[in-house]
């Protein structure tokens, strides 16, 4: 495992994984901006990831791109590379290296639950494991997300006269919410800020259930009563809001476990939808993994390491810059 | 349980008034011993002899690694949320209702309190574990006032909230009386009040151009009305009591008071800092206020007193039926008899005419005052703020242009506007701050502010935001005292946005000496 950097860096081959700044060869495990970058020469992913970063940065966002199938090899010297399923959106991706008969696996962000949206995330054996830890406090529990969606469309249909807005990240949790919804038979069109047009069209095109969604247009006030408006986080306290009815601000985050959290927010109704591992799920992850060396990335990093250093585990924090922690999920 | 701990979630997390009271609403339509044991823990009544914070966190660490619990709770800032989310065994049992849970942890002996307080968090979900602790620990904090479940009360059982104001301090848990008077079953509960808080009577804002016509100068008495906190006496040969106006009992904040005080009545007054009777500013009171306990030195240091306003009990006698010149009266006799360091009479003011009136309300002595009041002499002792009775008559506020220097986001409904304003004055050829206001303005005025900052902002400071120094308000306030806490030297007392000055240069803006001797800080 030395052949990698606590920047997710070989040196020997020059590769990065979710580097920060433009480099000659970047896997990138997903389309969150916090993953992927504009401006590197190399990028190997997932098409899908592709297709993202191209819908987000345009077609001339690296000068190559490698888009490889889920299990596809892709070799660089004695470096065998190949993406496995994270489950945490549409594209993402697990890195496995093996060198030399070592497996290290880079988790990128991963959820284990079940998810319409994209492929369910695939357990890895290996001997070293570069695990997230957004949710790694032993209050994060996941709860149901059918649940949760069925919190908001008992808001809806008791609150006729007010429109709910959720705030979603516009890329992954927006759809996630629209399929859930769709899975528990709301059939209304969903409307949806600007932002997320592109990406909920592309959702669609390859074939996710995200159903009949339509841009928030500048109709009469009264048009979005009863309605299920999904915007990014950032347009919940913005000027956009204030042309709805009686908004109820909802938020669709595994942040939305902590009440005093969703309170310093002004979030009415928080829905605890995560698209990242819980507590149980990340220490099972790491269990199953049989991986005796643990490292471990940006989240909650402190409270992993003391659990796995109880288990006799090696494990130390990898503090990778550049990542924000609670603005993106 | 599942019922009242989904109201409790649902009261914290929305902040508009009215949806809280339609919730209280919903809940409190059903009058049972699940309602009793709610309207107690809403209005903090209740609590559990053997289960506190500390034997809650004993609690956790039985269950939960010590680390990994301290991790979390860091995280999350909040005892009760911590434990409900990080309790580890969840089976969750057959839904139980509120009165079951509380009548069986009552039942619960000391020594297995352990154990059994386990199990039963265990049975629970997370929110309603959450609800348990935090009716443990006490205090809610969920941004509900007692005013506001009775105000939901009164609505709902078409009452008025004076009525349920005027009994509350008298009613006990499980409120019987109150429920079936609130159901029509019987007449309004009889209490006996010699000992209980009485509901204070409050003014109403007088309309200078309305009232004035309206009102005959010769029918009213007015009085200065003091810039302290409103308080109630309960003086006995037993025992005296002082409560602040909303009904907590404050007496061990100001023993002085307790101590030195004689006789046996109710007396309605304002309690001031200050020696020999000379009131100090408010600045001063604020160092005795919101403490359980004085010291000597803080009692030597800024001594308080009350002074007195009205009589409401006498030798035993209910004098609320009488009317304000005959209470008068009684007020005068009852500190004759009882002479202290600790009371004196607040005097009248003598006047003719609204006009002649106008002198005293604005040029009394700068900072001890904040206006008069003006009630009408046949006026019973009515709880509550009865129009066409007392009102109170405000002094011109002061006003000073100065600057915008910073702005941030409002809270709840103005959350997606900018509306909470930081404006400064000169010092030499830098601007310090003076103050903040998040009021005053139109809405018009609010949606130029706003604009306006979003287009000129040059500096972030988390959620503050600098602005380019160019809008000039027109800052009206009640008083300004010298701080030593901010940097300018100067606390202003309830300042709010007058207008925005278009019309003046920021070079016209006066420096903070000018200031300062403008309104005699020294």
């Known amino acids: ?329 | 349980m599942k019922k009242f701990s989904s109201l409790l979630h649902n009261l914290i997390l929305t902040p508009s008034r009215n949806t809280k009271i339609k919730l209280l609403q919903d809940y409190f339509k059903k009058l049972d011993i699940n309602s009793a044991y709610a309207l107690a823990i809403l209005s903090d009544q209740l609590s559990f002899q053997f289960i506190k914070a500390s034997k809650l966190r004993e609690l956790v660490y039985e269950h939960v690694d010590q680390h990994l619990f301290d991790f979390s709770y860091d995280y999350v800032g909040d005892l009760a949320e911590t434990i409900s989310l990080i309790w580890p065994t969840k089976k969750e049992g057959k839904s139980q209702s509120l009165s079951t849970l509380i009548e069986n942890i009552n039942k619960i002996k000391k020594s297995e309190i352990n154990t059994e307080f386990s199990k039963i968090l265990s049975q629970l979900s997370n929110n309603e574990r959450w609800t348990l602790i935090k009716m443990c620990t006490g205090g809610l904090r969920i941004g509900v006032s007692e005013r506001l479940v009775k105000t939901a009360l009164a609505d709902l059982y078409n009452k008025s909230i004076n009525e349920i104001e005027e009994i509350w301090h008298g009613l006990k848990f499980p409120y019987e009386n109150l429920f079936q008077w609130l159901r029509n079953e019987i007449p309004k509960p009889k209490i006996d009040f010699k000992k209980l808080f009485h509901p204070m009577m409050l003014a109403n804002p007088i309309d200078e151009e309305k009232d004035f016509k309206r009102l005959n100068a010769s029918e009213f008495q007015a009085e200065y009305k003091w810039d302290g906190i409103r308080v109630q006496l309960m003086v006995s040969s037993k025992s005296v009591s002082l409560y602040s106006r909303t009904g907590d009992n404050i007496s061990s904040a100001f023993p002085e008071i307790i101590e030195n005080t004689k006789g046996d009545a109710v007396i309605d007054g304002e309690l001031l800092v200050g020696t020999n009777f000379k009131p100090s500013n408010f600045n001063d009171l604020q160092q005795r206020l919101n403490r359980k306990k004085a010291s000597k030195d803080l009692q030597e240091k800024f001594p308080v007193f009350i002074r007195a306003y009205d009589i409401l009990f006498y030798n035993g006698k209910d004098l609320r039926k009488l009317f304000l010149f005959e209470r008068r009266m009684y007020l005068e006799k009852f500190l004759k008899e009882n002479i202290t360091n600790q009371i004196d009479l607040s005097s009248i003011i003598k006047f003719s005419t609204w006009k002649e009136l106008t002198k005293y309300k604005n040029n009394f002595n700068d900072h001890l005052n904040e206006g008069v009041m003006i009630k009408l002499k046949n006026s019973q002792y009515l709880p509550g703020r009865k129009k066409g009775y007392w009102y109170k008559w405000k002094k011109n506020p002061k006003l000073v242009d100065a600057i915008l220097m910073y702005a941030q986001r409002g809270h709840g409904k103005r959350s997606s506007y900018y509306s909470d304003f930081t404006f400064g004055v000169w010092k030499k050829n830098e601007l310090v701050p003076i103050g903040k206001a998040y009021s005053g303005y139109t809405d018009k005025e609010l949606l130029i502010l706003d604009k306006f900052i979003r287009n000129n902002t040059t500096n972030k400071f988390g959620p503050v935001r600098e602005v380019k120094k160019e809008i000039i308000l027109e800052v009206a306030f009640d008083d300004v005292f010298p701080s030593n806490r901010h940097k300018s030297g100067v606390a202003m007392r309830f300042p709010r946005i007058h207008r925005i000055r278009w019309d003046k240069p920021i070079n016209e803006v006066v420096s903070i000496e000018e200031f300062k001797k403008e309104f005699k800080i020294g």
Request: proline residues 4%; positive net charge; aromatic residues 8%.
């Open chain 1, 1 to 329: 495992m030395d052949f990698i950097n606590h920047q997710l860096f070989i040196k020997d081959i020059n590769v990065h994984i979710d580097p920060i700044l433009p480099k000659k060869t970047a896997i990138i495990t997903h389309g969150h901006a916090d993953h992927a970058r504009f401006g590197h020469e190399h990028v190997i992913a997932t098409r899908q990831t592709i297709d993202i970063m191209k819908i987000r940065y345009g077609d001339k966002c690296a000068k190559k791109f490698t888009p490889l199938r889920y299990g596809q090899k892709y070799s660089i010297k004695n470096y065998d590379f190949t993406l496995h399923p994270a489950g945490h959106i549409l594209g993402s991706a697990q890195v496995l290296i093996e060198k030399n008969n070592h497996r290290l696996v880079i988790t990128g962000d991963y959820k284990v639950g079940k998810d319409e949206t994209c492929k369910n995330f695939k357990l890895l054996k290996c001997d070293t494991l570069i695990t997230e830890a957004t949710f790694g406090l032993p209050i994060f529990q996941h709860p149901d997300s059918k649940d949760e969606i069925q919190k908001l469309i008992r808001s809806v249909k008791i609150n006729k006269h007010n429109c709910h807005i959720v705030g979603a990240y516009a890329l992954g949790k927006a759809q996630r919410v629209m399929n859930l919804l769709r899975q528990q038979n709301y059939n209304e069109t969903i409307y949806i800020h600007g932002s997320l047009e592109k990406l909920c069209k592309y959702y669609s095109k390859e074939k996710i259930n995200i159903g009949k969604f339509e841009k928030v247009s500048s109709k009469d006030k009264n048009f979005y009563e009863g309605k299920i408006i999904i915007a990014p986080p950032s347009a919940l306290k913005d000027r956009w809001s204030r042309r709805f009815p009686n908004p109820i601000i909802c938020m669709a985050s595994g942040w939305m476990t902590v009440k005093q959290r969703a309170k310093q927010q002004g979030i009415e109704l928080p829905l605890v939808i995560s698209d990242h591992s819980d507590w149980n799920e990340l220490l099972d992850t790491i269990k199953k993994s049989k991986a005796k060396n643990i490292l471990i990335t940006h989240g909650q990093e402190d409270a992993l390491v003391y659990y796995c250093k109880k288990q006799n585990l090696i494990s130390k924090p990898l503090s990778i810059q550049g990542r924000s922690d609670e603005e993106m999920e």
